[in-house]
């Protein structure tokens, strides 16, 4: 997620995170349709296609991302306003200080449920 958002800079990056249970096996990149630093979205048409690999690969939608350039890895008011999926994990990778190295990147995860946010733990391994 990290080499994708610093990949789109300026702009953010979006895409889906699927798996099982609560590990997530697979990253799908997506494009950020508004190519802007400000907001993703997903072209419905890719949004589509990508579900469908994860349903032709056994899997389960469990979270989306996206990048925020500028600001914390903490859901903005847009964010939470188009939280359509309140069963995935938004997880936001910030780069704010772009120069900084790959692990200085903030990565935090979310649920948002009925304009609600509640951190959740991200352990990576």
Known sequence: MVEHA???FPNECCGLLAGRGTR???LYRGENADRSPY???LDPAEQLRLFRAI???GLELLGIYHS???SPAYPSRTDVAKAYYPDAVY???SLRGAEAP???AEVRAFRIRDGQVA???LVTV
């Open 6 to 8: 610093r990949a789109e």
């Open 119 to 121: 951190e959740e733990e």
């Open 24 to 26: 997530v096996e697979r």
């Open 102 to 104: 790959p692990d200085a």
């Open 55 to 57: 349903d032709a690969e």
């Open 91 to 93: 997880v936001i990778v």
């Open 68 to 70: 925020h350039t500028q």
């Open 39 to 41: 907001t993703y979205r």
